[in-house]
């Protein structure tokens, strides 16, 4: 397992990312210098709250953030050795949905509700591959069957299908010329848990037919314990714990993970009161000096406060972004 | 005693233009001041309109509803607007349910304002006291809305809920809009304030195991009907209704070691409008069998523990995780 870690090769490798919004009240520091790597084949849970920047890195490696008033301050995203922030528009469209592909969190949104379903999955095809028409038709249906959706159905409206429904659809579509690279924002949280199972069951199968990398974004931590091989948790724009799923879920390390495990309700708790992190994320148009969970952290120190903490690898592959790394 | 509310064989359908949408379809239940009753299921199963129907928000198609022993399914309008002050309700999302025009003092202050009891001066004091309660700090009385946290917001929504000192809060998914370790604040200012007020709940959401950590007793509707209702740790102890193992099953873990199998339920819910007389789960079950088109009955299988299917003494024979 170790050994295929490390010749594993890296498919985007994000670098000291910093996205900004200017708005004309303030600058929302919506991402700080985040490093990521994905591997091929590899799932990478990007886990945090509301506001916390998941999505802004997700949009951003897809070159689709609103510029303005989004502005990438630093950062490289190397994908095959070239940066894809220097790409073109041009250049950036033969990626989008043919390598790189996005699902997106509202079903109900993200699909053109005066097309068929069919008629938007096949211009993908068509966008990105020479191919006839019939052709088109052919793997449009082919892709509709995959996601468990009877081919009958392709000239049928979005709104003739169900929520989950919907979702296999948005995912048929990101799926339809099989990206190397899919990012997922919140695939399942407008679903219901038992529709939720079903989608997540035919991901993870899809997954692992076209060996397809994922980077899942979602706030539930339940669902990265059984998708995901690594995981990132972000907090106020920064990544402020990484490592594999054993590293997060059994030596979680950084105050702000094992605050979030514990506020979880817990199925086999005996005790009588949750146990909440306390207070709310710092505003992110006036994020603090120092550490950024200084306020709500359970261990701070005078120290943390003063100036930021580096990211410290305390064992292989697992790195934290606290003073107190490592030590408890 | 009786108990503190009772719903009979209360149904509340829909006319629509393909014909009558049964939303709720027969619920019968009883629960005690001070205590939880969880309402699970996916939604479009009822879940809602059954706590809206027994706050009449909406009006009840049929069936009855007892409040403190009294029958108050078609109470006159003086005897709601005295009921409104014994039942609220806690709505789910706090960024629509509130008025973007009204500060939080203003819409804190609103139901008591309409009871009309307290002067101005009193129904102030009573504001700050309740901001207090709820855990939101003073300086907070005249913001608005829109310059508040999701959080924050459910505070308010809280607030409102206990400033004419109910005796019985419906909570329509209260935390389903927030963050986990904010979900956790709001979570433990409900069960303290149950404790010090003795409220009783209904927490109506699709959170699994937010409602095992609140309910004392949890029902699980399907398609309108209530297909398994037990005390909280025996439902999740000893499942007994298929769709509830499904449901169960469904539920994310965040453990690694731990994931359980999933039960993976075919296809999605069927429509509500005009079902088929029978089992409402007959076409997504796995155990579905010769005699399950036929009406279901509500049978207690062990103390306080009900069961509509007609299979479950022979499922206790079969594995479920197989």
Known sequence: MENEQMTAEKLLDIKDLAIEYHTDEAVIYAVNHVSLSINKGE??????????????????????????????????????????????????????????????????????????????????????????????????????????????????????????MKQRVVIAMALACNPELLLADEPTTALDVTIQAQVLEMMLSLKEKFQTSVVMITHDLGLVAGFCDKVAVVYAGEIVESGTVEDIYDRA????????????????????????IKGLMPDPTNLPDGCRFYERCPDAKDECSKSSPQEVEIAPGHTVKCFFAGGK | MPALLQVKDLKKYFKTNRGMLH?????????????????????????????????????????QIFFEGNDITNPGKKELHKLREEMQIIFQDPYSSLDPRKSVSEAIMEPLKIQGVLSKEEMRAEVMDLMETVGLAARYENTFPHELD????????????????????VCDEPVSALDVSIQAQVINLMLDLQEKRGLAYMFVTHDLSVVKYISDDIMVMYLGQMVEMAPADELFRDTRHPYTQALLSAIPIPDIHNQTKRILLHGELTSPINPD????????CRYAAEGCPQMQTLEECSPRHFVACCRYKELEEIDITE
């Open chain 2, 23 to 63: 939303a709720v379809d027969g619920i019968n239940f009883s629960l005690e001041a001070g205590k939880t009753l969880g309402v699970v299921g996916e939604s479009g199963c009822g879940k809602s309109t059954l706590g809206r129907t027994i706050l009449h928000l909406l009006d009840p198609t049929d069936g």
């Open chain 2, 277 to 284: 007389p029978g089992c409402r789960f007959v076409a997504r």
């Open chain 2, 150 to 169: 999701g959080g924050r917001r459910q505070r308010i929504g809280i607030a409102r809920a206990l400033s004419l000192k109910p005796k019985f809060i």
């Open chain 1, 43 to 164: 799932t990478v849970g990007l886990v945090g709250e509301t506001g916390a920047g998941k999505t802004s890195i997700a949009r951003c490696i897809l070159g689709i953030l609103p510029i303005p008033p989004a502005k990438v301050i630093s950062g490289e995203i190397s994908y095959y050795g070239k940066d894809l922030l220097k790409y073109s528009e041009r250049e950036m469209r033969k990626i989008r949905g043919n390598k790189i592909a996005m699902i997106f969190q509202d079903p109900m949104t993200a699909l053109n509700p005066i097309e068929t379903v069919g008629f938007q999955i096949a211009e993908t095809i068509k966008q990105h591959n020479k191919i006839s028409p019939a052709e088109a038709y052919q793997r449009t249906c082919d892709m509709l069957e995959l996601v468990g959706i009877s081919a009958e159905r392709f000239k049928d409206f979005p709104h003739q299908f169900s929520g989950g």
């Open chain 1, 253 to 276: 390390n950084h105050p702000y993970t094992l605050g979030l495990f514990a506020s979880l309700p817990k199925l086999n708790a005996t005790e009588k009161r949750l146990k909440p």
